[in-house]
Antibody, heavy 125, light 111 residues
Framework: EVQLVQSGAEVKKPGESLKISCKGS????????IGWVRQMPGKGLEWMGI????????RYSPSIQGQVTISADQSISTAYLQWSSLKASDTAMYYC??????????????????WGQGTLVTVSS | QSALTQPASVSGSPGQSITISCTGT?????????VSWYQQHPGKAPKLMIC???KRPSGVSNRFSGSKSGNTASLTISGLQAEDEADYYC???????????FGTGTKVTVL
């Protein structure tokens, strides 16, 4: 059974750093793109970026580029989303999700077939 | 890349059919058959309902169907049930610079 399990809720102050995680199981983690999706309170879904754990090829949404860092450690089947200096506007639910991918071409089908349970990040002074 | 446009809300009575539209441009919805639809219940993670425009993943009820005409994709829910009350989001491939774009979301209410 494919599962994506995310780290727990976080409460941080502006200016602090944070790294949240997403651990995959039930499939070959290195062979599927993983994406991060933001949902601000009461708002819609926003794609942030994707990473191919096999070689750490990463693509960012232009609106997110430079604000976060996406990484992965295929040895422990885990992807990460990281901030170096949080802002109040980073308060949101963050989901990781697996992107449907062909193997071995790594061609993306541009839809998320499995989702993590979400990590709520609250940034407040 | 702007979000795809969806109606804010759609409602229907049990047993009825409803259709949610998702309007993009010739750079996204209109150029590719790569529209997907997600259902999100309150406090839950999204769930894939339709991929590649009209394909239903295993386990998704055949009451859900997807289609496209020009720059507008649609999700139809037939035989509406109370459990279908949720938010629905479309998504499309939008090119190499911004590969993915989501819709604005639609709240479905079962009267």
């Amino acid at each position: 059974e494919v599962q994506l399990v995310q780290s727990g809720a976080e409460v941080k102050k502006p200016g602090e750093s944070l790294k949240i995680s997403c651990k995959g199981s039930g499939y070959t983690f290195s062979s599927y793109w993983i994406g991060w999706v933001r949902q601000m309170p009461g708002k819609g879904l926003e794609w942030m970026g994707i990473i191919y754990p096999g070689d750490s090829d990463t693509r960012y949404s232009p609106s997110i580029q430079g604000q976060v860092t996406i990484s992965a450690d295929q040895s422990i089947s885990t992807a990460y989303l990281q901030w170096s200096s949080l802002k109040a506007s980073d308060t949101a639910m963050y989901y990781c999700a697996r992107l449907a991918t062909d193997y071995p071409t790594r061609h993306m089908w541009y839809y998320f077939d499995y989702w993590g349970q979400g990590t709520l990040v609250t940034v407040s002074s | 890349q702007s979000a795809l446009t969806q109606p804010a809300s759609v409602s229907g009575s049990p047993g009825q059919s409803i259709t949610i539209s998702c309007t993009g441009t010739s750079s996204d919805v209109g150029s590719y058959n790569l529209v997907s639809w997600y259902q999100q219940h309150p406090g839950k993670a999204p769930k894939l309902m339709i991929c590649e425009g009209s394909k239903r993943p295993s386990g998704v009820s055949n009451r859900f169907s997807g289609s496209k005409s020009g720059n507008t994709a649609s999700l139809t829910i037939s035989g509406l049930q109370a459990e279908d009350e949720a938010d629905y989001y479309c998504s499309s491939y939008a090119g190499t610079t911004t590969p993915l774009v989501f819709g604005t979301g639609t709240k479905v209410t079962v009267l």
